[in-house]
């Protein structure tokens, strides 16, 4: 690839630019390996940026681990593994999408971006059926929390239904050294940081669909050939990375302690 | 110069490795390993990042400067983590959470 | 023979005409000349605050404003000076202007790029200041929970989000300075024929990239706390508001070398060129900023000895907080030893440089009796961290910033300001600084605290004097404003080079092309070559 690079300057000015190439750069070379380097530099600040989250989550963690296993058991494993399927396959199809675009198949390229788009969108489905049911259960933090009333109000009738997963793992099958009004402020502390990782997540995943629906049109477009298919790997690093994120959160938010 | 053109092969291999640790930590979650059931945890998570930063983002093909700026991250992730744990861990030597006490 | 100079004909200034041709342009000159002027509104803005804190301290009793006025009178004073001026004082202004210049570039890697991270500013600026004005906020500019979290009735959301928002144009001129600096040298520019001032604005993109997201986060985890009611910093909800201290230090202690670091670039700059002399252990010096940067950021918790972080981390953190003296020490040391035997001038930027110099040596070492656990027991919370910040963040940051200013104005105007006046507003600056802030480490010895409006009649003297060095401080700003402005018609034309300064950016014309050089300049010298230049002169004589 080197060897492409160094043709292109022994023929100078003879050799037609590429009409990609900013005014400001010498190479091609040059102007993609600035790419990449700066879209490493942005998903550094995207590692510290979720790094104080997972900071907070770890010492409320160490702190409230008891409430933390109990509310991590109310979240469903199935969506939650499904998602993480779903969002590894987006992984694999934008990769895709980039060694298509990589290989000059334009096509190809439009249609991988496509299916990392509607992958997306299926996890981002999921994430509100989840919500939905958080909704539902009063499990989401601030004035209408309710911890206790998910399992110990089935008198009320219409929560018995939603009483179902949880409560199994919940009652009493071991002590708690939390008290009942502890545990509700607790858990709160779980659902807060729960929603903040997960929407924030959200965000990026919406962003960077946001993003692929531009590269996809650009591709479509013709606009990338084998020389010039940088938007294309900037919106795959950007990708991978979300689906980085979320390989943590999983195994953070929903099997804190799955064993009881 | 159109960079390091992996095989499909080497995809779809990533692609089951990922899943097929995905169902791993899932199931080392349900296994009683005391203490160790976190560690686990991350170290399974932490493998499957570094698959996929690798093979996916083509670090194993970028330049050294990239590699660089991937390590620093995770150098500073951790001692934002290390440095937290200096002042949580050894408060739990001295005092409880104010809310508990 | 400067009757002779003219003013290029083509330059950056008149390259396209018109506002659409600034606001839409990606020069990375023309970008250093809108922050330039914003940021010294936010700077008046920001001082216009300060005098109405001095104002309220001229008297023992709360006379001037209420208590309520007051504390958002110093909230707004250090929101608007940290966030909106000393943040992207030097980098974004002389940094933005001078690096691809200095390492033989047309333009920064990413221009586009360097547009919006101006837009960044000016929506969040705008954000904070319409915040600020439609009620104020009352907290602090340290945002402490869980006050900031459930107590207070003002603005702390929309205020909170500016700066969150400003973070995002920190994050952005970093992340391009350093793609630029990796991959945009001019051939023969190796690493370590950079200027230090290049160096000193790596170490700092660094420090923007890595600890600006860390209060991102922080600001978004307040905000659905105090938004939505989510439980994560407020101890009634079991949160713990000293967590949200250790990630605001994470951002806000190594924010300290955002401010720092550029200047003591500058101040590099500023010592081997009146010196005429190479500057003493320049790997030494380019190593220590990248070393700043790095300690920055595992100090954080000595802002925190006295909120209730556990006695081992506390141990733990003075030590490393000493640290960070060794590096700082360092360059002061290699400043002295390019003097040695130097061949000094007292041009402008120098005098500021010599104010620099002290006001950091003295700032400096009071921070390492507040990194003393038993000290910081005594001190915390008085006028003596008050006094001691203003010293580097003013003393070292500010001065840097003008003293930077002074020295490349011929480069970025192409004009001569007036020796005369300059001079004596940079001996106004320091002496009105000095009888500002050194009575305050005084008075904080003494236990006055900080952030309230009243203070026992005992203390008014000192106070006064404060308030009288404010005044001549003020003056000491206001006269370049004045003099610089008027240059920009008035001056003598510059010439490219009028310091005889070694460094690559005076090898083009003042005011540089849009291209900066006419063509792609190659390197072949030592940074700071004064000896060859001195040697060369005298051969011409």
Known sequence: MSNVAAHADDRGHAHAHHPALQHHFDTMAQQKEAAVVGMWVFLLTEILFFGGLFAAYMVYRIWYFDAFAEASRSLSLFWGGLNTAVLIGSSLTMAMAVRCAQTNKRTATVNWLILTMILGAVFLGVKVIEYADKFEHHHVPGYNFQWAAAHEAPAAGEHAVAASEGAAAAEGHRELSLTPAQLQLTTQIYFSLYFTMTGLHALHMIIGIGIMLVITRMAYQGKFDQEYYTPVEMAGLYWHFVDIVWIFLFPLLYLVERHV | MSGHVSPISLYITIFMALMVLTVATVGAAFVDLGQFNFLVAMIIAGFKATLVIWYFMHVKYASKLTKLTVATGIFFLAILLGLFLVDYGSKAFTQMPPFLS | ?541
């Open chain 3, 1 to 541: 023979m400067l009757d002779q100079l003219k003013m290029p004909a083509r330059n950056y200034l008149n390259n396209g005409h018109g506002l659409a041709s600034w606001l839409l342009t990606k020069d990375h000159k023309r970008i250093a000349i809108m922050y330039l002027i914003s940021i010294s509104v936010m700077f008046f803005l920001g001082g216009l605050f300060a005098v109405g804190i001095r104002l309220e301290l001229a008297t023992p009793a709360g006379d001037f404003v209420q208590a309520g006025t007051y504390n958002k009178f110093f909230t707004a004073h250090g929101v608007i000076m940290v966030f909106f001026f000393l943040i992207p004082s030097i980098p974004a202004v002389l940094g933005n202007f001078l690096i691809p210049p200095m390492i033989g570039a047309k333009d920064l890697a990413f221009p586009r790029i360097n547009l919006i991270s101006l837009y960044i500013y000016w929506i969040g600026g705008v954000f904070t200041l319409y915040a600020m004005l439609s009620g104020g906020v009352d907290t602090g500019w340290t945002f402490y929970t869980p006050y900031s979290a459930t107590g207070s009735n003002s603005n702390v959301v929309p205020v909170a989000l500016g700066i969150f928002i400003a973070g995002f144009s920190s994050i952005l001129t970093g992340l391009n300075f350093i793609v630029t600096i990796h991959r945009m040298r001019a051939p023969g520019m190796t690493w370590f024929r950079l200027p230090l001032f290049v160096w000193a604005h790596y170490a700092t993109s660094l420090v923007q990239v890595l600890g600006t997201p860390v209060i991102a986060i922080t600001i978004v985890m307040l905000a659905v706390e105090r938004g939505l009611g989510f439980g994560i910093f407020d101890p009634s909800r079991g949160g713990d508001p000293v967590l949200f201290q250790h990630l605001f230090w994470f951002y806000s202690h190594p924010a300290v070398y955002i401010m720092i670091l550029p200047a003591l670039g500058v101040q590099s700059e500023l010592i081997s060129t009146f010196s005429r002399k190479t500057i003493f252990g320049y790997s030494f010096v380019a190593f220590s900023s990248v070393a700043i940067a790095v300690f920055g950021f595992i100090v954080w918790a000595h802002h925190m000895f006295v909120s209730g972080i556990s006695t081992y981390a506390a141990m733990v953190f003075s030590f490393l907080s000493f640290s960070v003296a060794i590096p700082s020490a360092l360059k002061v040391f290699n400043w002295a030893a390019t003097l040695y035997k130097g061949a000094i001038s007292f041009e402008t930027p120098m005098l500021y440089a010599y104010g620099f110099m002290g006001l950091f040596t003295i700032g400096g070492l009071t921070g390492l009796f507040l990194a003393t656990l038993g000290m910081d027991i005594h001190l915390h919370d008085t006028y003596f961290v008050v006094a001691h910040f203003h010293y580097i963040m003013v003393g070292g940051a500010i001065m840097g910033y003008l003293g930077g200013l002074h020295f490349w104005w011929p480069k970025i105007t192409g004009r001569m300001y007036s020796e005369f006046f300059s001079r004596i507003a940079a001996i106004l600056v320091f002496v009105g600084f000095n009888l500002t802030f050194f009575p305050q480490f005084v008075v904080g010895y003494l236990g006055m605290p900080r952030r309230y409006h009243s203070y026992p009649d005992e203390m008014q003297v000192l106070n006064v004097l404060s308030s009288a060095g404010a005044s001549v401080l003020g003056l000491g700003y206001l006269l370049p404003a004045i003099y610089l402005v008027w240059s920009l018609k008035k001056g003598e034309v510059a010439g490219p080079n009028p310091w005889g300064a070694s460094g690559l950016e005076w090898q083009t014309q003042s005011p540089p092309l849009t291209e900066n050089f006419v063509e792609v300049p190659i390197v072949d010298r030592e940074p700071y070559e004064y000896e060859h230049v001195a040697a060369k002169e005298k051969h011409l004589v």
